[in-house]
């Protein structure tokens, strides 16, 4: 599955440390993500998984460490230079984040438009082969507004896909949606990877959706990851933490008396 | 005593980090509206001509409106006064040069800061919290080129043209009070407000609505990318972007008019 191009990995996050204000986020994570393969980060709320994804896109900057795209390293170069690989990656946010005022079409084609010097007729042609990837033909002059959530992912998806990403990068795709929605973009997901062999990293907390795409499974917790491997390596790790998510064993709400009284006595902070 | 300083100091500090993003935000829209387009990096010219529309051209009834009665207002106190030595003549004078030198850029700023610096405030912080704004950057594509440039633009075209028609509105407003009860025709009032006006009169007046029209879509712009959290976040940010934009407003205008007395009338 390796692309002829690219040598070792596609994506590799070294060390990577940050904090949000004094809270640290992410400690000392290094990861490497190889052309081709899906990538699962899977992890609770606020275990960073998030985090780390905005990092791989370069919206935040790391406290300290690297974020690789194709051994070069991204958190240390100018935007412009930026601008090009950025071109060669797409993203789909937790919410879409679908332009509000612009048509589901316009929505695809802007990064065709503002990017590229493709004639109109063509950008609205590439802009009707993305919709119809994603199972919205017909819905180019819908406004985000007028569609449902799982539309609205999907339509957010054509945009990540307009530039024909090399790597494509998903938060939470199946938050916010029901079950038979979510399981309809997961097959989505596979049937991308299946045809265009791009390098998919995928962000989320569902178990089921993870096991059915992922080529290998990294689970996060507390801003560190906990184990690497893939879905068959991770039902057997032996690693408590793992397994608990993975039984779904909730955190344990034992707690020190004392330590609640003088909470419920202290001053307050 | 300590607790004293701490306050004044974090206090300073705050205020210094809130104007040196001010002007950082102002710095790269300079670039982006005046220096990138002559690199071939492109200009959003129809986004612009749209915020004309909002910004300048939705906000002619409502500019109007409220100059006319200013205007009205002020004849009235004038000739309260300039009715005691039997000058009410002078009415006209009074309120041209006040409009024109002072009330219709301030007027003006007021109604657009209220109209327009919350919309951006309002339409920039929601896109913040909807990820759109992260959704450009992932695309390459810059924000301040997108949307803080045609706001920008759209202020600095139009903000002279909504003070010239103030200016206007207000001198009709005076007129009509003119007419009714000082038994003036308009073109006596007309011709008294033209015998008391110099062209410098106006023109300091448009040079500052230009200023305005800066400080309240950079300030509306800064307020909506800083929003923080959800729907609440957006209601904080709107609520500033008028305040702070009026305050700035008003200190810009004291220190323009320090400037214009003292360099001449």
Known sequence: ?269 | MNGVLAFIGRNTLGLIRYASSLGELSAATAYWAFVAPFQGRGLKGRNTLHQMVLTGYSAVPIVGLISFFVGMVLAFQGAYQLEKIGATYFVAALVGVSLTRELGPLITAVVVAGRSGSAFAAEIGTMKVSEEIDALKVMGLNAIKYLVVPKHLAMIVMMPCLTLLSDLAGILGGASFGIVQLDQTLSMYVLATRDALVMRDISTGLVKSVIFGSIITTVGCHEGFSVQGGAEGVGRATTSSVVVSIFLVIVADLVFTAIFYYTGS
């Open chain 1, 1 to 269: 599955m390796m692309h002829a191009d690219v040598q070792g990995p596609m994506i590799r996050v070294a060390d990577l440390v940050t904090h949000y204000g004094e809270r640290r986020v992410l400690n000392h994570v290094s990861l490497e993500i190889q052309p081709g393969e899906t990538m699962v980060i899977l992890g609770g709320s606020g275990t960073g998984k998030s985090t780390l994804l905005r990092h791989i896109v370069r919206l935040e900057i790391p406290t300290s460490g690297h974020v690789y795209i194709k051994d070069e390293d991204v958190c240390h170069m100018p935007d412009e230079k930026f601008d090009a690989i950025r071109q060669k990656m797409g993203m789909l946010f937790q919410s879409a984040a679908l332009f509000n005022s612009m048509s589901i079409g316009d929505n695809v084609a802007l990064p065709l438009r503002e990017l590229t010097r493709l004639e109109e007729p063509t950008i609205r042609i590439m802009t009707r082969i993305k919709l119809d990837l994603v199972g919205l033909s017909g819905f180019e002059s819908f406004m985000p507004s007028q569609l449902s959530g799982g539309m609205k992912k999907r339509a957010g998806l054509a945009r990540a896909l307009a530039m024909d990403p090399e790597i494509l990068l998903f938060d939470e795709p199946s938050a916010g949606l029901d079950p038979i929605t979510a399981a309809g973009i997961d097959s989505l997901i596979l049937k991308l990877k299946l045809a265009f062999r791009m390098t998919i990293v995928v962000v989320t907390h569902e178990l089921a959706s993870a096991f059915m795409i992922a080529d290998r499974i990294t689970v996060m917790q507390g801003g560190e990851i906990v184990a690497i491997g893939t879905p068959e390596e991770i039902r057997a790790n032996q690693n408590p933490r793992v397994q608990q998510f993975l039984n779904r064993v909730p955190e344990d709400e034992s707690r020190d008396i004392q330590a609640y009284l003088r909470n419920l006595t202290g001053p307050a902070s």
